[in-house]
Every structure is written in structure tokens, then in C-alpha cells.
């Protein structure tokens, strides 16, 4: 009786480990492998920052003029900060008002206020948009002192690891993106996630050719390669 066999992909064994991210690299393989593969486990750390150089922009307009505020990428804990680090930027990006940026105890939504009337400019310029973060509509608004969100704030933007290999395709959504496996968050930035997929719902890969080399991406769910901090690993079965 032939013992199943096991595959562990581990980004530290990565090729270049020094120059290159845990969240987009190749892997080279000791053996070819071929076939059908199951996701066993996976061990991710969440690593990547919940505000990255793709969620944190804040275009806005005063008197006519256009302008944008850059939040500075990183661990954001608590939305005290992310309200903190609002204020600041667009405080220093507009030059001339003072913005405060508020959360209502029910339902949790944020208003920016200044000292002069602005508006917010996420429909026309939706690039790299906080707009979701906040809890803002993809809308431009009327000029006001104060703009309220539609939404609550939310620093949990990035929902899965979205894990493509060799451009395999195992799920795609509605918008196109496509990966092989997708490892749901179980916790907070600084967490960790293990993730054992469940008998009913087992994820799969197929690869029709011999290959030694392995091309994995992580992503969001705009399939964005995310900046992963830490190394991971993912485990396969042979099928």
C-alpha cells in the first residue's frame, strides 16, 4: 500500500529570500510534481498592513482646488488612530484648515469636520480610495464643513488570502480575479491563521504538466500582491 503523499510550500525556502516577499515569489522544487493536489493546512500569519499604498488616499477639494491626502501605510489597531492619522494628513495636505475627524457612539460612523467648507472627491478620483476604510460611499460629496459616512469604519478590508499558483485557477469571483486556494482571515492583524478546509469543502489544484518550480501570489480580493511581513507555509496532498 502506497503511503499518501505530502507537500509543504514554505516562503522561506524562497528563491532570492532577501530581496524578495513573502507575499509574491518563486519556489523551487526538489522533485516534479504533477497531478491533483488538496489544500491540507495552511499557516499564515496576517502580516500585511490594513492600510497599504492601496486603500490610502483621501482626495478632497477646497475652494476649487483639488487635493490629496496620503495616510501613512501600516498597523492601524484601533480606529482611534486610523481618526488620528485623518486629521493629521489632511490637516497638513490642506494648508490652510484645521480638520478634526469624529466616530458617533451608534452606529460607529466617522465625520471629518474643518474650518472650511470641503468636499470629498471618491467618485472622480477612486485610485489606491480609503473611501471603504472610512466608511465612505465611491461618491463625490457637496461641499461642507463636515462630511458623515454612509458606513461604519473598517480596518479589516483584506477578508482572505487569496493564493494563486502557477496561475492555476481553483476560484474566481465576479469581478474575474481568480486564484487556486483562498485562506480565510480568522484573526486580526498580528494573528495567526490556520486554516484546515473542511471535508465538504475541499480545494483543489490540478497541475496537467511536470513542474519544479512554483510561482505563488498572495492577494486581496482586487488582486492587489499583498505585502506579507512574516513567512508562511501551505500543505498539499496528493490525490
Not at 476649487?64 to 495636505?93: F, R
Not at 511536470?210 to 507555509?233: C, E, G, H, Q, R
Amino acid at each position: 500500500m502506497t503511503s499518501q503523499l505530502y507537500l509543504k510550500i514554505d516562503s522561506v525556502n524562497r528563491t532570492n529570500y532577501s530581496t524578495t516577499n513573502a507575499g509574491q515569489f518563486t519556489i523551487p522544487l526538489q522533485q516534479t510534481i504533477s497531478g491533483r493536489w488538496s489544500l491540507k493546512q495552511a499557516f499564515v500569519p496576517v502580516s500585511n498592513f490594513n492600510v497599504s499604498p492601496t486603500c490610502n488616499r483621501i482626495p478632497f477639494s477646497e475652494s476649487g482646488t483639488a487635493k490629496v491626502a496620503i495616510l501613512t501605510p501600516g498597523y492601524y489597531t484601533s480606529v482611534n488612530d486610523l481618526m488620528k492619522e485623518v486629521a493629521l494628513q489632511m490637516t497638513a495636505t490642506s494648508g490652510v484648515s484645521t480638520f478634526t475627524v469624529t466616530q458617533s457612539a451608534l452606529p460607529l460612523r466617522i465625520t471629518i469636520s474643518s474650518t472650511q467648507a470641503f468636499s470629498l472627491q471618491f467618485g472622480s478620483d477612486s485610485a489606491n480610495s480609503a473611501a471603504p476604510i472610512l466608511g465612505f460611499l465611491p461618491v463625490d460629496t457637496a461641499p461642507a464643513t463636515s462630511q458623515l459616512a454612509t458606513n461604519i469604519s473598517n480596518l479589516a478590508l483584506v477578508r482572505s488570502f487569496n493564493i494563486a499558483i502557477n496561475n492555476l485557477t481553483g476560484f474566481q469571483d465576479t469581478k474575474g480575479s481568480s486564484c487556486s486556494f483562498i485562506v480565510p482571515i480568522l484573526g486580526n492583524t498580528g494573528s495567526m491563521t490556520v486554516y484546515e478546509p473542511p471535508q465538504w469543502y475541499q480545494q483543489t489544484i490540478e497541475f496537467a504538466h511536470p513542474l519544479n518550480v512554483l510561482n505563488i501570489k498572495v492577494s486581496d480580493d482586487n488582486n492587489n500582491a499583498l505585502d506579507l511581513s512574516t513567512d508562511w507555509y501551505l500543505i498539499l496532498a496528493q490525490i
